[in-house]
């Protein structure tokens, strides 16, 4: 058992901090956003996650798990500090690290010097060792790696337990073993330094980023000739040097990683002279996806959007979680009502408080001339379409994940219009 402060109880910390305490660690987890932390002691959960809530009541109930409002309360005595602090995008795009700076600044008094800190937040590359160069700067001894976290929402959980590989960077082999002791000893570990272990974050996002935006370029081709694009990446996905994940067309990528990290990325670059036109293009045709998808609801609706009723089935950024945070689904429904639509969401989960939510598939369809499906709930597929049609005063629909059948769809008498599929 060893004695771990956790800095911050976003998605991140909350999954990590409950994690390690399941391994068998003291977890003292620090937040600052009281509402936040109230709910943490009362034995609630601030947000969707699968799995999550079991997590952490079991680390409280194992007395592993503690919470506290004071930073300097939770990293006092501790043998790691693992900073999950947020690194949003600053006006240029690049990565705010202001937060991870100031806490740095106000622990390295604190922590004994035989500490480690371990930088969960996506910083660029360079930045850990600058935090080195910080912490002898404010007199401390503690060290300090990196250790990217892969943990996808809707499924980190799984992911913290089972990973693909952990990765850590550090400027010597004692703090790198002692990070990796944290974990069983199966786990698959990538052991490099610190500027490698950033960018490979960066670079798998990035990655993936560009993949999700190639097949939606590609589904887009797919309607020009008359192309299937599911029966495309099925036959894509079958190459082992192709691989079926991150094929699936949609409006476009959302999150609260990929559009930050792959402007942040940009933003390396340019610091070190280098023009990644790749990546500039992989943004801009990821915009251009979701104009498409709204000029699709605009033929839809007749040509125009003003008065029309538009019901929308989702608005995470994808199904599994409750976050809105840059979600493709939030910007078409922004988009809609600017040009005059009245839109009406349904989703399991998530809401916002400024569009109309329905509180069933059914309800939200109740009279709209378009139904839009823009996250991959898999409830969605499962609604009785023929319900749908009479509920409906149009019979439009826009299928903006493939996610429904179309042969169905249409016999229950509706027009479908999916992404990268035959009109008929």
């Not at 771990?4 to 976003?10: D, R, W």
């Not at 932390?37 to 079991?58: K, R």
């Not at 590609?218 to 190459?239: F, K, Q, S, T, Y």
């Not at 995470?316 to 840059?326: H, L, P, Q, S, Y």
Request: proline fraction near 5%.
């Amino acid at each position: 058992m060893r004695e771990i402060a956790v800095i911050g109880a976003g998605y991140v910390g909350l999954v990590t901090g409950a994690g390690l305490a399941h391994l068998g660690h003291r977890v003292r987890l620090a937040e600052r956003d009281e509402a936040k932390l109230a709910t943490l002691e009362a034995g609630g959960v601030p947000i969707y996650e699968v799995g999550l809530e079991e997590l952490l009541a079991e680390g409280r109930s194992s007395g592993r798990l503690t919470f506290h409002a004071d930073n300097k309360e939770a990293a006092e005595g501790a043998e790691f500090v693992f900073l999950c602090l947020p690194t949003p995008p600053g006006p240029d795009g690049r990565a705010d690290l202001s937060y991870v700076e100031g806490v740095i600044d106000e622990l390295a008094p604190v922590v004994d010097d035989s500490a480690i800190f371990v930088v969960k937040s996506t910083v660029p590359p360079g930045s850990v060792a600058r935090f080195a160069k910080r912490l002898t700067e404010l007199g401390s001894g503690a060290a300090i790696a990196s250790h990217p976290e892969f943990l996808r929402e809707g499924r980190a959980v799984e992911d913290f337990m089972n990973p693909d590989r952990i990765v850590v960077g550090a400027f010597t082999e004692e703090v790198a073993h002692a990070v990796t002791s944290l974990y069983d000893p199966s786990t698959p570990a990538v052991v490099t330094d610190p500027t490698s272990a950033e960018m490979i974050k960066y670079a798998s996002n990035s990655y993936l980023a560009a993949r999700l935006t190639f097949v939606n370029t590609l589904a887009n081709l797919c309607e020009a000739v008359g192309a299937d694009i599911v029966d495309v990446i099925d036959g894509m996905g079958r190459d082992h040097r192709i691989g079926p994940h991150f094929l699936k067309p949609g409006p476009g990528y959302g999150g609260s990683c990929f559009p930050k990290d792959t402007e942040a990325l940009i933003g390396v670059a340019e610091d070190a002279g280098y023009d990644f036109k790749l990546l500039k293009a992989v943004i801009e045709a990821d915009s251009m996806q979701r104009e498409r998808v709204v000029e699709k609801i605009r033929q839809a609706a007749g040509g125009g959007l003003r008065g029309r009723r538009i019901a929308l089935w989702g608005l995470a950024f994808k199904a599994g979680t409750d976050d809105i945070r840059e979600s493709p689904a939030l910007r078409i429904a922004q988009s809609l009502t600017r040009e005059g639509a009245d839109v009406v969401y349904y989703d399991p989960e998530a809401k916002s408080p400024d569009l109309a939510r329905a509180d069933s598939a059914l309800e939200a369809v109740r009279g709209a001339d378009v139904l839009v499906v823009a996250t991959e709930w898999p409830e969605f597929a499962k609604v009785d379409m023929t319900q749908v049609r009479k509920l409906m005063r149009g019979h439009r629909i826009v299928d903006a994940r493939n996610l429904l059948d179309p042969a169905k769809v249409r016999a229950a008498g509706f027009d479908y219009v999916g992404i990268g599929r035959p009109l008929a």
